[in-house]
């Protein structure tokens, strides 16, 4: 009685055990699989610059270049633009090279555009958007306009994409109605 008792504490605990450890294994794979994704998320796309867009947008480019956006880099002062606390908002980011992207460009609204600016996936919106491509909302501008800027007063994204000091000319009047 007391040997098989004995037995039964022992597969009870061996069971016990095996299940703890495959549940911390399984646990530590999820954690190693989301740091991953995590990665591959944030080294997924490229900034690519201006310049780029402009070959195939260029309506939308030759208007934003006079909107206060393209020109946010010289709002800063020459020591401001040395300033990490001021460099974030006024510029978009640093292309593959490490070469800051100065100025709220396409792709600080539109998303990094290495993977959807060929022909074959800006042509289809899905795919675009599938490879990177952002159609952007007020949660978009609110990266910048927000109560981090030293300049801040309020940000209303009904009226902001109507701003035409801001915003590009729009193809098919996107802004109305909005
Ligand atoms: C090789 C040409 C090409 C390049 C380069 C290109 N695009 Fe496009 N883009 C297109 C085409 C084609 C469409 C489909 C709609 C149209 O015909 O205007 C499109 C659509 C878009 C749309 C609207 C999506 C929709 O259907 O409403 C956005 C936004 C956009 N592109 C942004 C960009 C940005 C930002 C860049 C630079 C990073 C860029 N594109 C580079 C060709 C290009
Ligand atoms: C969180 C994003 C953000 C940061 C950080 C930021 N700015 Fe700005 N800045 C903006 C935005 C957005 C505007 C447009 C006005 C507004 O809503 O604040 C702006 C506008 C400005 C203007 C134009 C103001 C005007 O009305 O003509 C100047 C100058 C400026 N910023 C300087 C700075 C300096 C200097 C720093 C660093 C100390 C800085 N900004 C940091 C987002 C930012
Ligand atoms: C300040 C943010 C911002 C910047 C910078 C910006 N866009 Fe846009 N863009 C928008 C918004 C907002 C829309 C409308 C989105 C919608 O309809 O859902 C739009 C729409 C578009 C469209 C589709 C409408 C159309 O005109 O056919 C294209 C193409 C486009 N942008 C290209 C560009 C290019 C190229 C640049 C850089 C030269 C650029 N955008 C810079 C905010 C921006
Ligand atoms: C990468 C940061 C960034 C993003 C994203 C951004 N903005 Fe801005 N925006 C700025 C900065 C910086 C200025 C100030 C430029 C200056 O005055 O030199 C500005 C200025 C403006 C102004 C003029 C403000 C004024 O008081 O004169 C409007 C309107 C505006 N943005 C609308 C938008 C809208 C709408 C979006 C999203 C579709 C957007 N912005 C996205 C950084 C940003």
Redesign the pocket.
């Known amino acids: 009685m007391l040997r098989k008792l004995t037995l039964i504490a022992t597969i009870a605990l061996v069971a016990t055990a095996f299940l703890l450890s495959t549940a911390m294994a399984q646990e530590a794979t999820k954690e190693a699989k989301q740091d991953t994704v995590k990665k591959v998320e944030a080294a997924k796309y490229d900034?690519?610059?201006?310049k780029?867009?402009?070959?195939?947008?260029k309506t939308?480019h030759d208007s934003w270049m006079e909107t206060v956006h393209a020109k946010a880099w010289d709002a800063l002062k020459p020591e401001e633009q040395k300033k990490a606390e001021c460099i974030g908002c006024h510029s978009t980011g640093k292309d593959k090279d490490g070469e800051l992207l100065t100025g709220v460009?396409?792709?600080a609204?539109?998303?990094?555009?290495?993977a959807?600016?060929?022909?074959k996936i800006?042509?289809?919106?899905e795919l675009?958007?599938a490879n990177g491509?952002?159609?952007?909302t007020a949660e978009t501008c609110e990266g910048c306009h927000n109560k981090k800027s030293p300049t801040f007063k309020g940000f209303k994204f009904e009226e902001a994409v109507k701003n035409m000091k801001a915003m590009h000319v729009m193809?098919?009047a996107?802004t109305e109605g909005k």
């Open positions: 900034y690519v610059g201006h780029k867009c402009k070959i195939c947008h939308e460009q396409c792709e609204c539109h998303g990094p555009g290495s959807y600016k060929s022909q800006m042509k289809d919106k675009a958007i491509l952002i159609m952007p193809k098919e996107k």
